[in-house]
């Protein structure tokens, strides 16, 4: 994006003309350049996901040794996170892409495709899934959120930090993920059918939204609940019954850390919302929990095997 006459920045940049910004490029890996969308990321679908991770597997297949890419800002967390669920293989996929634009004092642009070029070149990213490089950064895509809404630092993982750096141009990885979930198995023509509601519990909640899901057809539903895991206890009915019918993710809006089942005993607590038929998100977001669900609704993945999907370090074996 960059200014506009009609006031604000917009998309209208190539991918050629962010390439031709950011200097030293040709000195690190031989770029091709492609430009699939030219929309806001805001305005992403999971059909416009799928289509670049199509576009990525035929470009490995031809050959390339990494792949970058770019886009806005909003939705890096979900695109990265779709990607490294699909694409098990190890050459390296980096997505990237600016807190500022170009036209800005201090725009991070090139500095952040300069470096996620570099990750991808680098034959130590191998086999680490797909990463998301901001500011310097390399963050495992399963990890990574965007926690601010300016500033080049915007994206970090709060649950294990960054798997590295780029200094001087150089990649240093001083950590890798211990397991990665994996989903190669789904119907691509499902996921605009699919639909997966994402509802957040405030205090005070009186459970309109709750009992809205159950009338409006969703497949599934990820709630993001306070603290460890707790909503107010006149949702618990109503999310049991709504479990009943649907596969339902407990998550955290604390953005970090697992959900809580046996710590807490009181009425709308983690344990007892598991025992009203909630699957606990494990250690994913809402957002990447909301993802993964819908990759495994479009195969009809049974409820059982859902929740196995959410509590395994890896699902890659199934």
Known sequence: MSGSPAGGVVPHLTGADLVAAAPGLDAVADVHVEQLRQVPSSALTFADLHA????????LADGADGVVVTQGTDTVEETAYFLDL???GPVPVVVTGAMRPPDAAGADGPANLLAAVQVAASPEARGSGVLVVFDERIHAAARVRKVRTSAPGAFASPDTGPLGWVVEGKVHLLARPVARLTVPRFDAAALAEVQVGLVPVPVGDDGRLVAAVGQLGYDGLVLESMGAGHVPPHLVAPL???AAEIPVVLSSRAGAGPIHTST???PGAGADLVAAGLIPAGWHDARKARV????LLT???PRDAVAEWFTSPSGAAR
């Open 240 to 242: 049991a019954a709504l």
């Open 292 to 295: 993964l669900l819908t990759l």
């Open 86 to 88: 699909v694409l098990p």
């Open 52 to 59: 670049t991770a199509v576009r990525i597997t035929e470009l």
């Open 299 to 301: 195969a009809d993945t």
């Open 264 to 266: 807490y005993g009181f």
